[in-house]
């Protein structure tokens, strides 16, 4: 197993530790969930042991006390500016999720190299739609808004926290509707393409990673290339299942730093390495 494999699995099992939850049939309220996980956790998971960013972000614009959360903005800035999209293709269970549904030996697909450029800019309108503006100005009588990613889009949120609560709790499963339904029918799509497509969320949905992305290009953790070693062969190219030009825009919004470019070159010239 590699060492990538070992950080997704043991930051899977860190974030959502909680077993109790599953047994208690309700989610994890002390201490720790007031501080946000780095990659993309759902709050409402059983086993939750900290707040998810996205959902931090919503709760605090959409409140009728703050406009705007230093501390979420904060912590995403910090660990964005740090780490860039390594949380992505490291630390985050969804993204963690997705790499093991493609292992499953399907046809692969590739996406047309036109729609997928322009697909990918999806993530940045949920980021700007679904997050920001609508918690910030479509609010109720009280000022209050509902995290509507998280209501209406996020399929880690019903994966980890919808199905496992309406399975342990009868009371809700006599409320479910037409949402937990859209729900249903989001994940069902996530994860049907995610064998198909490499991650399809990461590449097209994920707002964490739209804020992510924009800092990896200033992010302390970089791809370098050693002009005097590439030969632009293309094999990092053809390797990547981001569909990144690695040699020419090693540090592109997309990467995830998963290092299979740094295996696959053949005169050892790009290297992930970080710097202060």
Known sequence: MDKRRIFQILSTIITNANINGFFEKNIYKGYSKKVCVPGLNCYSCP??????????????IGSVKYNVSLYVAGFISLIGIIFGRFICGWLCPFGFLQDLLYKIPFPKIKVNKKIDNISRYFKYVILIVFVILLPMFLVNEFGISPPYFCELICPAGTLEGGIPLVLLNKSLRETIGFLFAWKMLILVGVIGSSIFIYRPFCKYICPLGAIYGVLNKVSFCKMTIDKNKCTSCNACVKKCKMHIEVCKNPNSAECIRCGECIKICPKKAIKKEISF
Not at 48 to 58: D, K, L, N, T
Request: proline content about 7%; hydrophobic content about 50%; some cysteine.
């Open 47 to 60: 086993g939750a042991m900290g707040a998810c960013p996205i959902g931090s972000m919503q709760a605090v």
